[in-house]
């Protein structure tokens, strides 16, 4: 009988994570060799590759390398958490549960260390859309637009299955569908099934968001509408340096991180802490990045990334809007686009037209990286 008691990994290491960077750096077959570059401890990465036999790693690994940076993320992931019946439990057990995503809380679903390193985990390989000191909001919907990805899932999990001690009868999807691992990703028995199996039509994918904008624009109509609260605050992202081969989407994660953490630092300095908060809940569903309270005047700042202004300005406007006025509100009385780009003629010309006509109180603001500041 399967025994999921029986998958059990220090939950106390922070960087896991740092698998991924080795798969996408090197082959398969030499990532044992490497774990020292990144500090990883040894027995944590044989549990979460599922090592065999001390030394080999499953060919699963190199397949994964061929399908890119996101994929090697989402099944290193998907490693990690099935390497614990914690973890396991923790994301089948999720607050705020949906299709795709949930929340992990602080002393509910995790406590201690085993929380802290896993937020960092969840984060670090790009599936957290929120997080805040009491929590990570995670959303798992692009590993499911990723070709080929499903049955390479598949194919690890009837190794974490015959470490559980699976006596292998049937198939590897029967099994893990009665072991509800279907429930970690948020998904139907069948869609799983397909999934791993088959592997599933890949959604449309769109433009290249990050995850915080995936989970945005596939919100559902259901949901209650509360008030905003203002809170001060602000959890430093992860912003580790990233390779010449990292994916567009580690990439991007991290750079709206690292405008994130020193836009607070920033706003800070100019305003003062109590006056400034990041990852606050709208109360309709929906975090906006960042937030100012002065005298009179309530402001929300949302971060892009994407390559050209006018890609920043057409993702960040529905969303301030909805962050501001969802469903008849008045939250904020100032809404600012931040990105890295410096604005471009056509787009100031744009917005002050939107100002004009319709009234919105909205502006763009480069953040500079090089002199750390809004400009």
């Known amino acids: 009988m399967t025994d999921l008691s029986r998958l059990k990994v220090s939950l106390t290491k922070h960087n896991a994570h740092k698998i991924a960077p080795l798969l996408k750096k090197y082959k398969a077959s030499s990532v044992l060799s490497k774990l020292s570059e990144v500090h990883a401890e040894t027995v944590q990465a044989h549990k979460n590759l599922s090592v065999q036999n001390g030394t080999q790693v499953p060919k699963v690994w190199a397949k994964v390398r061929k399908l890119g940076g996101n994929a090697v993320d989402a099944l290193v992931l998907v490693g990690i958490i099935f390497s614990h019946h914690e973890l396991i439990l923790a994301m089948s057990n999720a607050s705020s549960r949906s299709r795709y995503s949930g929340r992990i809380e602080r002393n509910v679903q995790l406590t201690g260390k085993a929380y802290t390193n896993f937020v960092q985990i969840v984060d670090q390989l790009g599936y957290a859309t929120k997080r805040d000191l009491k929590g990570v909001t995670f959303n798992l919907r692009s590993m499911f637009s990723m070709p080929g990805l499903g049955p390479l899932v598949g194919e690890l999990l009837k190794y974490k299955l015959i470490a559980a001690n699976w006596n292998q009868a049937g198939t590897v999807a029967d099994e893990a569908?009665?072991?509800?691992?279907?429930?970690?990703?948020?998904?139907?028995?069948?869609?799983?099934?397909?999934?791993?199996?088959?592997?599933?039509?890949?959604?449309?994918?769109?433009?290249?968001?990050?995850?915080?904008d995936e989970e945005f624009f596939d919100s559902p109509d259901e949901g209650v509408t509360g008030t905003f609260a203002f809170k001060p605050g602000h959890e430093q992202r992860s912003v580790d340096p990233v390779s010449k081969k990292a994916s567009a989407k580690t990439k991007a994660n991290q750079l709206h991180n690292d405008i994130q953490n020193r836009l607070y630092e920033y706003l800070k300095a100019k305003i003062g802490a109590p006056n400034v908060g990041t990852e606050l809940d709208t109360g309709s569903g929906t975090a906006i990045d960042l937030a100012t309270k002065q005298p009179g005047k309530l402001t929300f700042y949302e971060i892009k990334t994407s390559s050209s202004v006018r890609s920043c300005i057409r993702q960040a406007i529905p969303q301030l809007l909805e962050y501001a006025y969802w469903p008849a509100e008045e939250r904020a009385d100032e809404l600012v686009i931040v990105s890295h780009l410096p604005i471009t003629k056509a787009a100031d010309k744009y917005l002050a037209h939107l100002r004009d006509k319709f009234e919105l109180p909205i502006t763009y603001r480069q953040f500079s990286l090089t002199d750390n500041r809004l400009i």
């Open 177 to 212: 569908i009665a072991l509800s691992f279907q429930n970690v990703f948020g998904v139907t028995d069948k869609e799983f099934r397909d999934w791993i199996t088959v592997g599933a039509e890949p959604l449309d994918a769109g433009t290249q968001l990050i995850s915080k």
